[in-house]
């Protein structure tokens, strides 16, 4: 079964602070295709990285992503208030096509 | 802009079925495979599977093929998703999302950039 791990469960910060969030893989993932999305309550995924470090369109360059094999991690440069939000990172280079972490909530502290 | 637009939240009960319409607009239809996947509450995503516009090809996760059913209208266009012999662990929130890759790239890797707003469906006697 493949799963991706994501630590930690909270990350309590502050507006400013730097936050680096983890998504752990049992098994490497080929071509690094992993994305990152970022979910608010009542609004759908919203997606920020793909292919490990490729942002979307649109996305702030606060937001990067870096990894391959069976580490990755998501890096907030400097939080806004609008960022405090869950994260779920999610493979699509193995069999399962589709595979999501269990997300990393980023709260205000 | 790309926008999918899904139909209301859905009351439903134990063993009844329900079929849910994600309408597309702002892009070809044709060129962009539509996935489903859900929320059931406190848990993470999970991806159902997804269906071609073209031709209505479908791939379901081996977790939902015994509970869903793809399909599409291209005319309007819109997919659906149709959930059978509901029970209350089907109490979820159900996305429809475009794959960001045309569907012309070989091999299908899926990831998504566009979603609906969610529909929700709750099962309760």
């Known amino acids: 079964e493949f799963v991706l791990t994501q630590s930690p469960g909270t990350l309590s910060l502050s507006p400013g602070e730097r936050a680096t969030l983890s998504c752990r893989a049992s098994?490497?993932?080929?071509?690094?295709?992993l994305a990152w999305y970022q979910k608010k309550p009542g609004q759908p995924p919203r997606l920020l990285i793909y292919g490990s470090s490729s942002r979307a369109t649109g996305i702030p360059d606060r937001f990067s992503g870096s990894g391959s094999g069976i580490d990755f991690t998501l890096t907030i440069s400097r939080l806004e208030p609008e960022d405090f939000a869950v994260y779920y990172c999610q493979q699509y280079g193995s069999s399962p096509p589709v595979t999501f972490g269990q997300g990393t909530k980023v709260e205000i502290k | 802009q790309v926008q999918l637009v899904q139909s209301g939240a859905e009351l439903k009960k134990p063993g009844a079925s329900v079929k849910i319409s994600c309408t597309a607009s702002?892009?070809?239809?044709?060129?962009?495979?539509v996935h489903w996947l859900r929320q059931a509450p406190g848990q993470s995503l999970e991806w159902m599977g997804w269906i071609s516009p073209v031709n209505g090809k479908t791939k379901y996760s081996q977790m939902f093929q015994d509970k869903v059913t793809f399909s599409r209208d291209a005319s309007a266009p819109t997919v659906y998703l149709e959930l059978s012999r509901l029970t209350s662990e089907d109490t979820a929130l159900y996305y429809c999302?475009?794959?960001?890759?045309?569907?012309?790239?070989?091999?299908?890797?899926?990831?998504?950039?566009?979603w609906g707003q969610g529909t929700q469906v709750t099962v309760s006697s």
């Open positions: 999302a475009r794959n960001s890759l045309n569907i012309a790239a070989i091999p299908e890797r899926f990831y998504f950039d566009y």
């Open positions: 702002g892009y070809t239809f044709n060129n962009f495979g």
């Open positions: 098994q490497s993932i080929f071509g690094r295709f």
